[in-house]
């Protein structure tokens, strides 16, 4: 059974430029969260999808985007790339479950995004 | 809003000593609180959860954790340290709605041979 498979794994890019990251979430799970983890500190919650919808929002200009497709897997976009957006980007899923705050989150391996 | 302070950025133990990672929490709500792991260049692995049902939770690899309402805590321990534990650590609790995860600052742990 396949985890969370995020690609790539690596991504330079330069300050302006987009860029996509894609993830695939655990065979069985239906919802995909995405955080960013800038070096030293935790990760933060950027957004969360389930049902193809953003559902939460976390402290995140509109520069950053996603969108989850019917096989509910999921990509980050992110436009106009700043120096500041250079981090490693985790891709967690999770089985959607009405007030259950405990439900395990899975996370893949993260994309290590440079902005130079 | 709900948050996690880890108290140490950094713990350095000895192989085969006690492990004590501390975290203190802030939630106006029951919580449900997590450890995670993260060892270089891999993804966040679920050391444990408490989600209101006992207090004293045991996660992989030996590690613990105990829920203390009192002191607002969540301390994660391991009686003794292998080389393999090193790695950094998250104290995370869990938003009220939805799946959302807040994470702590996260605690680098050191064991020395």
């Known amino acids: 059974d396949a985890g969370v498979t995020q690609s790539p794994t690596h991504l330079i890019k330069t300050r302006g430029q987009q860029v996509t990251l894609r993830c695939s979430p655990k065979?069985?799970?239906?919802?995909v969260s995405w955080y960013q983890q800038a070096l030293g500190q935790g990760p933060q919650f950027i957004f969360q999808y389930y049902e193809e919808e953003e559902r939460q929002r976390g402290n995140f200009p509109d520069r950053f985007s996603g969108h989850q497709y019917p096989n509910y897997s999921s990509e980050l976009n992110v436009n106009a790339l700043l120096l500041g957006d250079s981090a490693l980007y985790l891709c967690?899923?999770?089985?959607?479950?009405?007030?259950?705050?405990?439900?395990?989150?899975?996370f893949g391996q993260g994309t290590r995004l440079t902005v130079v | 809003a709900q948050s996690v302070t880890q108290l140490d950025s950094h713990v350095s133990v000895s192989e085969g000593t006690p492990v004590l990672l501390r975290c203190n929490y802030s939630s106006s709500y029951s919580p449900s609180l997590f450890w995670y792991v993260q060892h270089p260049n891999k993804g966040l692995q679920l050391l444990l959860k408490?989600?209101?049902?006992?207090?004293l939770v045991k996660g992989i690899n030996g590690f613990e954790a105990e829920f203390k309402k009192s002191e607002t805590s969540f301390h994660l321990t391991k009686p003794s340290a292998h080389m393999s534990d090193a790695a950094e650590y998250f104290c995370v609790v869990s938003a009220r709605y939805g799946n959302k995860l807040v994470f702590g600052a996260g605690t680098i742990l050191r064991v020395k041979s």
């Open positions: 065979s069985g799970h239906d919802t």
């Open positions: 408490y989600t209101s049902a006992a207090t």
């Open positions: 967690a899923s999770s089985l959607y479950k009405v007030g259950d705050r405990g439900t395990e989150a899975f």
